[in-house]
């Protein structure tokens, strides 16, 4: 099976709803029962697993990545820390304001209580060291992942120059890890080891167009490693957003869509960061804070507060602030480097 080397914009629109769908799967985790009373519909979208959608994101993600570096290495890692960085500070930010506003421990149903972690957490968080270093906030306990995307996108330069072998590998030894699960919940890169595979896999597909068996063959395995496992993946439809992630990766390439629907999907794609960032402390305040009840007046709260907090911190301060600072800063640190690396003009001694 051999897909066109560049994706389409339909393929990159489909992947955009595909993230949406999988932030909207995590937001109904996250809701129920600790926010609003349980029913069919919502049970079966959480039966669908929040673990499973976030390994979803790795895949895309992994996807993503190997083509946005192997199209442009240049300014890699501008684009990224642009991406990612500027809203996730505002979502940390955010979710001290909400510890404030709804002090810990913040008790919701069935007397579930959010207690909140205290300041150097805040800290490492907002420096991206959880996992690593400290836990997630737990007002905003879906941060984990970030961590995690960031030191596989550091990674990614490197990975891109290594064989198909030596990537098959290590997507081995972390499917074993992930199987096995030798150990609880640790710091120092441990979940980062457990959730490589995906993001490995979704790289390869990727960036090997030409050289697919491994990685379907591994993607498939994957898929059984996520139905089978009992600690990470414990929800009896895990495999359906997991499974479905790949499949569209597969897929896609070979899809049109019309223009319309294409603006649409970019646009919910482009919601589903902020929405996975955002959700849970929005909900904590409009629980604790603003009494809300019942699961429309949450999903309109939350989401219309999402596309406020995009268009403010994303769309519009991203532009005006980060951008200028960031091409400042290097473009600082370029002219620098050059001065120090220049060779001294002859006749002149530098010593």
């Not at 737990?138 to 120059?161: G, H, K, M």
């Not at 640190?333 to 220049?342: E, Q």
Request: hydrophobic share 55%; with cysteine.
């Amino acid at each position: 099976m051999k897909a066109p080397i560049k994706p389409s914009e339909s393929t990159w629109a489909l992947l955009a709803v595909m993230r949406w769908v999988l932030a909207g799967i995590v937001l109904m985790v996250h809701l129920r029962a600790t926010f609003v009373p349980t029913n069919a519909v919502i049970d079966f979208i959480v039966s669908l697993g929040g673990k499973a959608a976030v390994m979803g994101f790795f895949l895309i993600s992994g996807y993503s990545i190997a083509h946005s570096y192997g199209e442009r290495p240049e300014g890699y890692f501008r684009r990224r820390f642009l991406r990612i960085y500027p809203i996730y500070l505002v979502a940390v930010l955010f979710t001290q304001l909400v510890v404030y506003l709804a002090p810990s421990p913040a008790v919701c149903l069935d007397g579930y209580a959010y207690v909140s972690a205290g300041f150097r957490t805040s800290v490492a968080n907002a420096l991206l060291l959880q996992d690593f270093a400290a836990i997630a906030l737990t007002y905003n306990i879906p941060l984990w992942t970030l961590s995690l995307e960031v030191f596989y996108y550091v990674l990614a330069p490197f990975l891109y120059r290594r064989s198909q072998a030596v990537l098959v590998a290590v997507i081995i030894v972390s499917m074993v890890v992930f199987h096995l699960s030798p150990a609880p919940d640790l710091l120092y890169g441990y979940k980062a080891i457990v959730f490589f595979w995906p993001w490995l896999i979704g790289f390869l597909l990727g960036r090997d167009a030409g050289r697919l068996s491994w990685p379907i063959g591994l993607g498939l395995i994957g898929a059984l490693l996520v139905f089978l496992n009992k600690k990470e993946t414990v929800e009896p439809l895990s495999i359906v957003p997991y499974l479905a992630t790949f499949i569209l990766i597969l897929l896609a390439p070979y899809l049109d869509i019309p223009r319309l629907l294409r603006v649409v999907a970019n646009f919910l794609g482009e919601l589903s960061y902020p929405l996975y960032l955002f959700h849970l402390p929005l909900a904590i305040f409009f629980f604790k804070c603003l009494g809300l009840r019942g699961l429309p007046g949450f999903l309109v709260a939350i989401i219309g507060s999402t596309v406020i907090l995009w268009y403010i911190f994303d769309e519009k301060l991203k532009r005006w602030l980060w951008v200028p600072a960031v091409d400042s800063v290097i473009r600082f640190a370029r002219s620098n480097c050059l001065a120090w690396y220049s060779p001294a003009p002859e006749g002149k001694d530098v010593s």
